[in-house]
């Protein structure tokens, strides 16, 4: 059987010549593929075979074509799959916020604590007082936490310098972070995460700097891949989260919002009128809200994290997402102040335990709606022929053993890239 006449149940095998530059043999494959007749897309007797970083088969040993291989990895038994995708994070930052924590240990919210000059702003300061080199080390460092658990593609968000020069700074960073380490990190633009202490009392002002210099600034260096903007009470109105849409959207770029995380501003129903890629946190979220996501195709992350560190009590309506069809996904929001957390195997427990998310919804929410909350679908996310050769491979006995364990890596190891 041919490359081009090999097809194993809906994977087919990229045309061209029949060899490869590695393949992994002995394999249980979770290839997370939509639709597929097994739980996990699983696959018993697997194989997968790479070229050029990309998939050229997954599926079934026995259903594969010849391929010669340069190298083949005996799994053992091993499973594979995708790598790991944290598509919401604020990784570069200057300092902490341990105080704080002591804070609400005290009886302080986290809103009491933004309105008196904490939380996000406390970060802005020692963000903007850090060297690019300062905030490189820092975020290094957690990002090999998250590499070191099987994460292949990252998502960094801005939204700590508030200003310009501070912005750019993040977003610099963030995409020195992808030269330089054996990951894909995907930026995003969070200009509108807070009003800063300078424009204190006037939002709009501000709004009006971030959908105009700043987001000229930033498109102008290619540095975001998104804009994203934090549309709640204690940040930007509906009004002025439409603005910055708008501007971002003249620029090409596509939308992301934090919404319905404290309170229903109908966040997430206009990012849905806009196109956006994804609607996160979203505790607060109702039915008209959901509909709006369902219609527009956008990805529901949900941040189990931050709900856990804030010990806040209204969940995110995951029922309503089942029954409207929107995909959920996860990740760790890595931050210092609502969730400084870069376990994503301990988001898959999180996401089980506190939300009643089952183990294949949990791990499909870092994998392949995770890659759809990035507008990456077709590029990552699955197992199948024609993406990037991301992958996984974990001693477990069954998938589901990922979301089952606490404090536990089983990864074994990671390939990004077919590297």
């Not at 075979?49 to 074509?65: Q, T």
């Not at 290094?140 to 700590?160: C, F, H, N, P, Q």
């Not at 909350?373 to 996310?381: E, F, K, S, V, W």
Request: some cysteine; hydrophobic content about 45%; aromatic content about 6%.
């Amino acid at each position: 059987m041919t490359g081009s006449q090999a097809k194993s149940r809906g994977r087919d095998v990229a045309a061209g010549p029949s060899d490869c530059d590695i393949s992994w043999i002995n394999a249980r494959l979770a290839t997370m593929a939509a639709g597929a007749d097994q739980p996990y897309g699983a696959v018993e007797d697997g194989l997968i075979a790479a070229r050029d970083g990309r998939i050229l088969y997954a599926g079934p040993r026995c259903e594969a074509p010849a391929l010669a291989a340069r190298k083949t990895v005996d799994c053992a038994g091993r499973w594979i799959t995708p790598g790991l995708i944290d598509c919401h994070t604020h990784l570069v930052y200057g300092g902490d916020r341990a105080h704080e924590f002591e804070l609400r240990l005290q009886g302080a919210s986290y809103e009491e604590i933004a309105r008196a000059g904490g939380g996000i702003l406390s970060t802005v300061k020692a963000t903007r007082a850090a060297s690019e080199d300062e905030l490189f080390a820092s975020a290094d460092r957690r990002l090999s936490a998250l590499i070191a658990e099987g994460v292949t593609t990252v998502e960094i968000k801005s939204g700590y310098g508030l200003e310009q020069e501070a912005e750019l700074k993040q977003l610099r960073v963030a995409r020195r972070l992808g030269h330089e380490r054996p990951v894909t990190v995907r930026t995003s633009f969070l200009g509108a995460h807070a009003v800063p202490p300078e424009f204190k009392g006037r939002s709009g002002d501000y709004t009006n700097l971030v959908a105009g210099p700043m987001l000229d600034a930033v498109a102008a260096d290619k540095l975001a891949d998104a804009v994203d903007v934090f549309c709640e009470g204690i940040a930007f109105s509906p009004e002025e989260t439409a603005q910055v849409f708008a501007a971002a959207k003249a620029k090409g770029l596509p939308v992301k919002i934090h919404a319905e995380q404290l309170s229903n501003l109908g966040g997430a129903k206009l990012a849905a009128e806009h196109g956006a890629l994804s609607a996160d946190h979203l505790e607060y979220l109702d039915e008209s809200g959901v509909v709006a996501m369902a219609k527009a195709g956008t990805v529901a992350v949900i941040l189990p994290g931050a709900f856990y560190f804030l010990r806040e009590t209204q969940k995110p309506p995951v029922e309503l997402l089942r029954k409207h069809g929107v995909p959920i996904a996860l990740a760790t929001d890595a931050n210092p102040g609502s969730s400084p957390l870069t376990s994503p195997l301990l988001v898959l427990n999180m996401a089980c335990t506190l939300f009643r998310l089952t183990p294949e919804e949990a791990l499909a929410g870092l994998t392949r709606n995770a890659a759809q909350a990035l507008g990456l679908q077709d590029q990552i996310g699955t197992l199948e022929a024609g993406k990037a050769c991301d992958l996984a491979i974990w001693a477990i006995e069954r998938p589901a053993e990922l979301a089952y364990r606490i404090g536990f890596n089983p990864l074994h190891s990671r390939i990004w890239n077919g590297q």
